[in-house]
């Protein structure tokens, strides 16, 4: 399969670039689909691929428009980030059905990727919910399909709570979401109920909440991903 340079889907994130690295698609044992935090870019997802060191996965990075999947919050209403977020899992599907076609099936398949990144890719796992060979949330939580009812919690940052309602199973899919205790973008309550939500479709969910105050991928959310890259 010969990889695009460029995005597909629709919205604002469609016609971006799209990184590449290890070799190609269709000599790689598994494809990580790789997402980039707001202000970063591909190659930031780039150094951990090369940081895991292993030769024979293939890595897609795409590229947010203006360096940014959705301009507010993930905590935010789900109005105030459109259409950055619709457009951003657009991007996510159409790349996923491209390698579905070339013959890269969900279970060799990792979607990974770092906050804002990181919600995403969380978000698309559960609203595709296919059978992937691991997902890794590095700070990053779900950002749900609606807007609930209530008041701005102290414990979502001053927000207030998202509905969870997806269809679909995601039975024996591993997940990692990894976060600071102290995250300044990313609450712990957040990240609990996401796990929950995910456990509850049937995904083998392990949560590492990482001690003090922070907002960066540390050595055992690394550890993760290479085990679960190397048991595959």
């Not at 591909?42 to 947010?64: F, I, Y």
Request: charged content about 20%; hydrophobic content about 45%.
């Amino acid at each position: 399969m010969m990889v695009a340079s460029r995005t597909a889907g629709s919205g604002p994130h469609a016609g971006q670039r799209l990184a590449s690295a290890g070799p190609s698609v269709g000599h790689a044992r598994l494809v990580m689909v790789m997402l980039h935090g707001r202000g970063a870019g591909p190659e930031d997802m780039l150094g951990l691929h090369d940081h895991l060191a292993l030769p024979d996965v293939a890595a897609l990075a795409p590229a947010a428009a203006g360096n940014s999947w959705w301009p507010d919050s993930f905590l935010a209403p789900l109005g105030a980030n459109e259409p950055g977020l619709s457009s951003g899992l657009s991007v996510i599907t159409a790349l996923l059905d491209d390698l579905e076609r070339a013959g890269i099936v969900p279970e060799r398949t990792v979607l990974a990727g770092f906050s804002q990144g990181a919600c995403l890719a969380l978000e698309a796992t559960a609203r595709l919910a296919r059978p992937f060979r691991a997902v890794a949330a590095l700070s990053g939580g779900l950002v749900g399909t609606g807007d609930a009812d209530g008041p701005p919690r102290p414990d979502l940052y001053g927000r207030s709570d998202k509905r969870f309602d997806y269809n679909g199973s995601l039975a024996d899919v591993p997940v990692l979401i990894g976060c600071h205790e102290r995250d300044p973008h990313i609450p712990i309550a957040r990240v609990r109920r996401s796990a929950e939500v995910l456990a509850g479709m049937g995904a083998m969910v392990d949560t590492l909440v990482i001690p003090g105050a922070g907002h960066g991928v540390v050595a055992e959310e690394a550890a993760w991903l290479r085990g679960q890259l190397n048991a595959a």
